[in-house]
C-alpha cells in the first residue's frame, strides 16, 4: 500500500501491504482452556525485536547523509530527519515511506526474480521476509503481527500436539507456520513479479490468518459461537486480500503466505477431542478412544500432501525460470485491479 512510484519503477521496492485489521474480535468466540490464559507469549515478541533491530542495521547500511548529494539548496535531494545521522531516511520522492533506497534493501536480500532464477540466491526467499520499505511499512506489519501473532501464541504455546514434542516447543509451531507462510508467499510473489523487488513479513502474516482459519475448521468441534467466529474471520481475510488489490502491492505474496498457512494450520494447530484431556477421570467405558477425530486425520493427511507438492512444484518452475503470469493471464488481476482511479 505505498504509492511509491520511485521504489516502483526500475527494480524499485514492491512492499507488502501490512495494514490489517486487528483480529481479537475473530477469537473472541473462541472456546479457550484456562491453561491457555496462563501462556506467555515469547516467540511473537522476539520476532518483533529481530525485524525492528533488522530495520535498524538496514537503515545503519544505507547511510544516506554519505549516498546522497545533500547540500540542501538548488533543488538538491535532501535526507528526512538529518538528526538520525546515518540513520536518517532517504528523500520522500525516493522512498516516502521513511526507510532505506531500493538498491540498499537489493543488496540486503530483497526479494529479486533475476538474481534468485539466474543469480542461484534462494536464499533471498528466506531474508526478504526480514526487510521493509520503511519505518510505515515496519509498523503496520509489527502492529498487525502483535495482534494476530501474540493471540496465536498464547492458544497454542501450550498444550498437545500430533508429534510429542517437550512442552517449550510449542510456541515454534507459530513460528513454523510464520517463516513457511514466507517463504511460500515469496516463491508464489517471484513466479508472477520479475521487475521490481519486494520485501515485507505480508506474506507470514497473511499465513498465520490462514492458519488462523483452518484452525477454526479443523476443531470446529470444541468451539462455541462456531458461526460468528467462522464469519469475522472470512471478513477480516477478505478485506485485507481486497487491500492488496491496490496498485504497488504485493499481493501475490500475500496469497501464496495465506494458501500456505491455511494448510499449515491443519497439520500444526491440531486440538485433541473435547473431553480427552480430563479422560483419566473418567471411568474406562467413558473415555475417548482416540485422541483427535477421523476428519482431523483425514485434514491433516490432505494437507500435508498439498503443501510437499505445493511447494515442490512452485520451487521447480521457480528455478527452472518459468514466468507464471505468461501461463495465467487473468491472474494479474490477483495483485492489482485496475480502475479510472489509477493504473496497474
Known amino acids: 500500500m505505498m504509492g511509491n512510484r520511485d521504489l516502483e519503477r526500475e527494480g524499485g521496492a514492491k512492499p507488502r501491504n501490512g495494514s490489517y485489521q486487528p483480529p481479537p474480535t475473530a477469537a473472541a468466540p473462541y472456546y479457550m482452556e484456562n491453561s491457555e490464559s496462563q501462556w506467555t507469549s515469547w516467540l511473537v515478541p522476539m520476532i518483533v525485536v529481530a525485524n525492528v533491530a533488522m530495520f535498524i542495521v538496514v537503515m545503519f547500511v544505507n547511510n544516506c547523509p554519505s549516498n546522497i548529494n545533500n547540500f540542501g539548496s538548488g533543488g538538491r535531494r535532501q535526507c528526512v530527519a538529518r538528526f538520525l545521522g546515518r540513520l536518517s531516511f532517504q528523500p520522500l520522492q525516493d522512498n516516502p515511506l521513511f526507510g532505506p533506497s531500493s538498491s540498499t534493501l537489493q543488496n540486503l536480500g530483497a526479494l529479486e526474480w533475476d538474481k534468485v532464477v539466474h543469480g542461484h540466491q534462494g536464499w533471498r526467499l528466506f531474508t526478504c521476509i526480514w526487510l521493509h520499505a520503511g519505518v510505515v511499512h515496519l509498523l503496520a506489519n509489527m502492529l498487525s503481527l502483535v495482534f494476530i501473532g501474540i493471540r496465536l501464541e498464547q492458544q497454542f504455546g501450550f498444550g498437545t500436539v500430533l508429534i510429542p514434542v517437550p512442552s517449550n516447543l510449542y510456541s515454534f509451531r507459530v513460528g513454523i507456520i510464520y517463516l513457511l507462510s514466507g517463504i511460500g508467499g515469496s516463491v508464489l510473489s517471484c513466479l508472477f513479479i520479475q521487475r521490481s523487488i519486494s520485501v515485507g513479513a505480508s506474506g507470514a502474516l497473511f499465513g498465520l490468518l490462514g492458519a488462523m482459519l483452518s484452525e477454526l475448521l479443523t476443531n470446529w468441534s ?103 503470469n505468461e501461463h495465467c493471464d487473468w491472474c494479474r488481476y490477483l495483485s492489482c485491479l485496475r480502475t479510472s482511479r489509477w493504473s496497474c
Open 222 to 324: 470444541i468451539y462455541t459461537n462456531k458461526a460468528a467466529a467462522l464469519i469475522t474471520l472470512i471478513i477480516i481475510i477478505a478485506i485485507n486480500l481486497a487491500v492488496g488489490l491496490l496498485p504497488h502491492v504485493d499481493n501475490y505474496a500475500h496469497i501464496g503466505g495465506f494458501m500456505s498457512g491455511f494448510l499449515l494450520g491443519f497439520v500444526l494447530l491440531l486440538r485433541p477431542q473435547f473431553g480427552w484431556l480430563e479422560r483419566q477421570h473418567l471411568p474406562a467405558e467413558g473415555r475417548l478412544k482416540s485422541k483427535f477425530k477421523a476428519y482431523q486425520y483425514v485434514l491433516l493427511l490432505i494437507a500435508s500432501i498439498l503443501l510437499i507438492v505445493g511447494f515442490t512444484v512452485g520451487l521447480v518452475m521457480l528455478f527452472r525460470g518459468v514466468k507464471a
